[in-house]
């Protein structure tokens, strides 16, 4: 079985370090400092087998070139010339071999047009998914529509509701208080909030989260429920009960929140 554990980075970003029980390999995933993940493996006594990218951003990739030249990694990430160091460009329905685990891509563009996550299917299930879907929120529409994020994070949705959510940064209570504005009558969400606010009064991360708990309290989400839409409609910010055009509703209020 995969352990993984997060390893802080720049002010809220989390690189995630992967190795097995019993072995002295890693792989780690979106490496935008090289400095911290360099210091987690000697600490750990790891070397870096590969690196999974998920996307272009800086602090996603700024690592990789110094990493690449320390230890040699097999590097798999989406076809964008501008991530320089790539060994294997990974697209949609690929299946790669990380420590003996197999881990499925999904193509999941919106944040940016090149944007991929990692699955792993099974009893324990899983997914590496970057800047699309965060913990109680999603990332910001740049390069995309939002059609686009929409249509990915449904896809991201679909997968198991055990699959535990390993996303790029530590963003939780920033976005529970919009969720809160979205819904500021959902059980679950209030809930969510007590736990994790106590999880980060403790110093720790609220991350890896459950699809199951995004389902239950994520806005971006929850787009075709009945419960946010009466919310949104409750305050006058209901314009179409499209699931598409709810979301981008929601995703507007929350650049400008």
Known sequence: MLCIHP??????????????????????????????????????????????????????????????????????????PSIDGLDHIVRADDVIDVLGASLEVLEVP????????????????????????????????????????????????ELPAETRIYCAHEYTLANLAFAQAVEPNNPALAQRVVADQASRAAGEPTVPSTLALELATNPFVRCETHELQNSLRQQDKLISDLPASVFATVRGWKDSF
């Not at 090149?114 to 879907?133: N, Q, S």
């Not at 965060?134 to 740049?142: E, K, L, P, Q, S």
């Open 110 to 157: 919106g944040h940016t047009l090149d944007h991929i996550a990692y699955f792993l299917a099974g009893d324990a299930p899983l997914v590496f998914c970057g800047d699309t879907l965060f913990a109680g929120g999603c990332g910001r529409v740049f390069e995309g529509t939002p059609d686009m994020m929409h249509a990915s994070l449904c896809a991201l949705a």
């Open 7 to 80: 390893i802080p980075a720049f002010n809220d970003n989390y690189i995630w370090l992967i190795c097995v029980d019993g072995t002295d390999q890693a792989y780690v995933v979106d490496p935008g400092d090289a400095k911290v993940v360099e210091q987690a493996l000697e600490e750990r006594q790891l070397q870096l087998t590969g690196i999974l990218i998920t996307h272009h951003h800086f602090d996603h990739v700024g690592g990789l070139a110094d990493l690449k030249a320390k230890y040699n990694p097999v590097v798999y990430g989406p076809d964008n």
